[in-house]
């Protein structure tokens, strides 16, 4: 009997298994591999004018697989394998960069992501940063984001990613407490996290971003409250916050499903709300600003995140790797998402696509507009002068409805989104989709 026949119904509000958050549109089933000729085809072109180009690296590996991860990552790959892997995503830019959509131009960001970056050799990173740097020219890129693990970090592996031209090191800390961090299945305990802070501090990276989870197994409200005061105390240029998730290929969901639960051992959504309120007001009172539903910074003025602002007005991206998500021309693309079809695709010279999507003018539209509905507010001038015709007409219906449920304002200019809209911005979302995008599961 399955899971979902032997149990009571989940109790409104709580944490079931399933994707929450929002990161593209429109959604991924909705992208096949019969739309990948797609992709030659905008390479083949010339980029739009001013269009940023941003290069995207993923590195699958990871120290321990945490039970909450979704990710494509590997705990088990030798050092002869990573080489070829990372070999081979240097071949990968070197096919992109022989197109006339991508030859010639130069990166405006990058981002190292995972996965775990930071789980790279000192050497290893050279080798991976040099041959990308050799195809595509980051001496002009306006910032370079790295993912660290806190506990693969040494002074001397910080000094290396400095060195590569890392300007914004972002240190996923997701929680102080060990407990937590040990039955979540983090890798790093939180002695790590105070020494590779401090490394990066002393070697004066632009920018330093933590991240926290809000609601992972076994949190509490006390012990939440002290979190939000150590990331504080640490001072960072800006603490990013996500609400616990359980998506379904995760070890959590498999626990459930092996016990029959539909509900999941993390707090319910209105605790993950509140707390994540509690941490935007205490931050708010110390100085920082909120920045967009999951982000607070110190120094608005400073304190920039390029990929996600560029990504989010429609940027060029090649994402390097296995899995990995791109953007170009208007046609986005995920690569093959197992390791030895990523692989074999590029030794046979091909580019590793597994699927694509070329959206219509309407849904570009849409992509944006939810997208920057993330920052908290949406400016209509912006969408007008880019997409043609009236967002404020366009969007009016929803707009009205959530109005009504005290989810956002809208004025003569724009759109901003109440503190509880923000909040539960992932989940309002889809009142501007396509019908036919409404109801189908987001992966
Ligand atoms: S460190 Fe990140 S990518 Fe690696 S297993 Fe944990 S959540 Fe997944």
Redesign the pocket.
């Known amino acids: 009997m399955s899971a979902q026949s032997s149990s009571a119904p989940a109790p409104k509000d709580a944490t079931a298994a399933g994707n929450y958050f929002v990161s593209n549109y429109p959604p991924y089933s909705v992208w096949k591999p019969e739309f990948t000729a797609d992709v030659r085809k905008a390479l083949e072109r010339l980029p739009a004018p001013g269009t940023p180009l941003g290069i995207y690296v993923h590195v699958?590996f990871?120290?321990?697989?945490?039970h909450?991860?979704?990710?494509k990552?590997y705990?088990d790959k030798t050092s002869t394998e990573i080489k070829s892997y990372l070999d081979e995503t240097v071949h990968e830019m070197e096919q992109y960069a022989r197109m006339p959509f991508i030859g010639g131009r130069k990166a405006n960001f990058v981002y190292f992501g995972?996965?775990?970056p930071s789980y790279l050799s000192s050497e290893q990173l050279f080798e991976l940063s040099d041959g990308l740097k050799r195809l595509v020219s980051w001496d002009e890129a306006e910032e370079i984001t790295f993912?660290c693990?806190p506990g693969t970090l040494t002074e001397h592996k910080l000094r290396g990613i400095k060195k590569i031209g890392v300007t914004r090191l972002s240190l996923?800390i997701e929680n102080f407490d060990d407990h937590i961090l040990e039955v979540n299945?983090?890798?790093h305990r939180s002695k790590e996290v105070q020494r590779a802070y401090d490394f990066a501090r002393g070697l004066g990276f632009e920018q330093v971003n933590i991240d926290l989870i809000a609601g992972m197994v076994d949190e509490t409200e006390e012990n939440w409250k002290r979190c939000v005061e150590k990331a504080i105390e640490l001072e960072p240029d800006s603490i990013t916050i996500y609400q616990m998730e359980i998506p379904f290929n995760t070890t959590i969901y498999k626990e459930m499903k092996a016990q029959g639960k539909l509900t999941a051992p993390v707090a319910d959504w209105d605790t993950k709300r509140e707390w994540v309120r509690y941490a935007f007001e205490t931050l708010e009172a110390r100085g920082y600003a909120v920045a967009s539903a999951y982000t607070a910074v110190r120094d608005p003025k400073r304190t920039k995140f390029i990929y996600r602002d560029r990504l989010w007005q429609g940027a060029d991206l090649v994402g390097l790797g296995v899995a990995s998500f791109s953007h170009v021309g208007g046609t986005h693309f995920q690569n093959e998402t197992d390791w030895e079809s990523y692989l074999a695709r590029l030794n046979a010279g091909e580019l590793p696509t597994k699927r694509a999507l070329t959206p219509t003018a309407e849904e570009r539209l849409i992509r944006e507009w939810i997208l920057q509905l993330k920052l908290g507010r949406v400016q209509f001038t912006y969408f007008d002068r880019k997409f043609g015709g009236n967002a404020r007409e366009r969007f009016a219906e929803p707009l009205r409805r959530l109005e009504e449920q005290g989810l956002l304002k809208v004025s003569g200019e724009g759109v901003v989104l109440t503190r509880d809209g923000l909040l539960r911005v992932d989940g309002l979302l889809p009142n501007f989709y396509l019908p036919q995008h409404r109801d189908i599961r987001y992966v």
């Open positions: 699958p990871c120290r321990k697989r945490c909450f991860c979704y990710f990552v705990t995972g996965g775990t993912e693990e996923g299945g983090r890798a």
